[in-house]
């Protein structure tokens, strides 16, 4: 195998400046689509199904993107950057047009949309690290991507907290902040990629490589069995991260769509119908809070990597996990908005740990002809759990929690013990790449 050329930390930053566009759009979709849903009149146990956009499109779409990826080489364009170009086209498209929805299913249309485009660029973001870093290197390239990620979601909070002291008023159905905030978005996505795309050249396929994908047969049908044929290969260690993300992913989705309701009873008391202004205080400072978490996610990002290649990354996903899971068994019970900051913190940490270190568990043992699939599998087990919770959690939420979100955010602490406890026995290779 021919050895990757070692890049420099700011070639490693330029390549993954992408990413931050992506990550302050799924920053606005954490914070501020539930409460557009609140505001166009959803009822609480209808906002999981609003959010089934999300893992639907991420399910479909991650995996044959990775799988197509996988199979494209152009000398102009590459191998993945054509796929971050159209992802972030139509992110942005959707972010400008999301704050004119005058509906609960328009909203809920251009969410799908707004998945599309994400999913479309993250997965081969993804890829692009096990493709151009050595084994040595991968480790930064992933937790670059959860720097930006703790970094773009900041912002996508911040914004939410600060644009409705200065955009007073509504425009339609909803409040002028909402306009500030995606438009922002919008030049993010775009603009984030195409500085990337300028900067980053990837690394060409040998002749060998290049005479194989001239040779392989090309139908619609294609990415769909490749997808198969690699689930049927998929080593061992994927399946065991897999249980993880089960308890791991439902529970982020629960503190996602039930933080702001939680936050606005347990602080104000409030909820959208029997106090609006209350409410709109209340998801502005679960906004900060937010954006809190993600300031500790970009902050111990990069240590993450050190502690990875002492303790192994098994440990500290474990350890990362637990922290979380304790934040979250705490927050719902805090009176003081405050304080909350502190129960959150422990988020971030797990967050950080989410969003790179699992993918150093498993990449030694995916074959590089396969990154691109991989990664996709690897988001199935994300968006797979996220599709259950939409379908499961309203139910459960109705009648098991009694419709309490302060109970979601407390059954989403316990789900994260058990993903803990899950990650302690995976069994990860010693093999390193190249």
Known sequence: MMKKPKLSFWQILNMNVGFFGIQYSFGLQQSAVTPIYDFLGATPDAIPILHLAGPVTGLLVQPVIGAMSDKTWSPRFGRRKPY?????????????????????????????????????????YRAVIADKLDGEQQPLGFQMQSFFTGLGQVLANLSIFIFPLIFIGTTGSLPRWIYASFFLGAAFSIGTVLWSNSKTKEIPPTPEELAKLKSEKRSVLGPLIEI??????????????????????????????????????????????????????????????????????????????????????????????????????????????????FAISGFGIGWASMMGIPYLMVVSDIPKERYGVYMGIINMMIVIPMIIQTLSFGFILKHFLNNDPRNAITFAGVLLIIATICTLLIKTSKKTTS
């Not at 992802?87 to 498209?93: D, K, N, R, T, V």
């Not at 929805?101 to 993250?122: E, F, K, P, Q, Y």
């Not at 290969?233 to 991260?241: A, E, G, I, T």
């Not at 990597?305 to 068994?329: D, Q, W």
């Open 84 to 124: 971050f170009l159209v992802g972030a086209i139509l992110c942005s498209l959707a972010l400008l047009m999301f704050p004119f929805s005058s509906s609960l299913w328009m909203a809920a249309g251009l969410l799908w949309i707004l998945d599309v485009g994400n999913n479309t660029a993250m997965e081969p």
């Open 228 to 341: 198969f044929s690699a689930i049927k290969d998929m080593p061992r260690v994927m399946w065991q991260l897999a249980l993880v993300y089960l308890f791991q992913w439902y529970a982020l989705f629960c503190y996602w769509q039930n933080s702001s309701k939680s936050v606005a009873l347990s602080v104000w008391n409030a909820t959208p119908l029997s106090n609006p202004e209350a409410y709109s205080e209340a998801v502005g400072w679960t906004g900060l809070v937010n954006g809190w978490y993600n300031v500790v996610t970009f902050l111990v990002a990069f240590a993450l990597v050190g502690f990875a290649k002492k303790y192994s990354p098994k440990k500290v996903h474990a350890f990362c996990l637990i922290i979380a899971a304790i934040g979250f068994l705490a927050f719902p019970h805090i009176e003081n908005k405050n304080l909350l900051f």
